[in-house]
Structures are given as structure tokens and as C-alpha cells.
């Protein structure tokens, strides 16, 4: 007896331990199914038929909600869209009429961005700006090999007798 236990001692304690771990997985689970009712009647017996039509009326009613509010903003969405067409088309009746009197379209053109660029400005906060410094001095010039450091770059040899 000693001596099977000394060869196989592991392998005895490592069984004991899988079968009590199996028997209290068995146990838990039969548990919990005595406790969870069984069957589609016991569900469906639980619920009022009143509360399940409330429910669904209130889930349609919810549905409907989103849908009139998703059709607001489509509608709100178009008419932006509208509006922007109808302003570039008088914008091109303008720039057409002007090229017909002799005038430069393109200066309209820009006028036209300017008021836009001023409307923008003046909804947006505009933050200051510091002076910013350079980092280098004006004299730098990265391709003249001065002033770089020990990092420089040069050509290679010319020559068929560069490869082997």
C-alpha cells in the first residue's frame, strides 16, 4: 500500500479532486433547474395578455415617435438643400449677367467668398495667435551642408566601378 502510493500519489489526489469538483458542478446545476420553470406554458403564464398588448402598443407608439422625428429632420435636410441651389443659381445668373456687361465675374466671385468668410468669422471665437519664433535662423539652408551638424548627405561615386 506504501508503495502505490508513494508511484501514484499525484495521480490518486488528482482524481479525487476531478470527481469532487464534478459532483458539486452536477449539484449546482440540478439547482437551478428545479428552480427555473420548465415549459413554454409556464412562460407565457406569467405574462397578462392586457400587459403584453400595453407593452406593444407602447413599443409602436415609440416606433412612430422616432419615425415622425427622422422624416422632421429629412424634411429640414431638403430644404437647407434647396436653399443652397437656389443661392449658387443666382450666383451664376449673377456671374452670367455681369460677363455680359463686360464686367469680371471673378471678381464677384470673390466678393461673394468674402461676405461668406465674414459670416463664418464672425460665428466662430477667434482665438489669438502668439508671435511664433522660427526655429532656425534665417540663414539656414539644408541643401548648402552648413550649419546641419554632424548629419550631412553626399553623392556617391560615379562609375562602372561601384559594383561587383
Do not use: H
Not at 415609440?62 to 441651389?85: F, G, P, S, T
Amino acid at each position: 500500500m506504501g508503495s502505490l502510493l508513494s508511484d501514484c500519489g499525484w495521480f490518486i489526489l488528482l482524481v479525487v479532486v476531478v470527481v469532487v469538483v464534478v459532483y458539486l458542478l452536477v449539484q449546482k446545476v440540478s439547482r437551478s433547474m428545479a428552480a427555473r420553470p420548465s415549459g413554454p406554458e409556464a412562460a407565457g403564464a406569467a405574462e397578462e395578455p392586457d400587459v403584453v398588448v400595453r407593452r406593444q402598443e407602447a413599443l409602436a407608439a415609440a416606433r412612430l415617435r422616432a419615425q415622425e422625428k427622422l422624416n422632421a429632420q429629412a424634411e429640414r435636410y431638403k430644404e437647407k438643400q434647396r436653399q443652397l441651389e437656389e443661392e449658387k443659381r443666382r450666383q451664376k445668373i449673377a456671374m452670367w449677367e455681369s460677363m455680359q456687361e463686360g464686367k469680371s465675374y471673378k471678381g464677384n466671385l470673390k466678393l461673394n467668398q468674402q461676405e461668406a468668410e465674414a459670416a463664418a468669422s464672425t460665428s466662430a471665437i477667434l482665438k489669438s495667435k502668439p508671435n511664433k519664433t522660427p526655429l532656425r535662423g534665417g540663414g539656414y539652408n539644408p541643401l548648402s551642408g552648413e550649419g546641419g551638424g554632424t548629419c550631412f548627405w553626399r553623392p556617391g561615386r560615379r562609375g562602372p566601378s561601384a559594383g561587383g
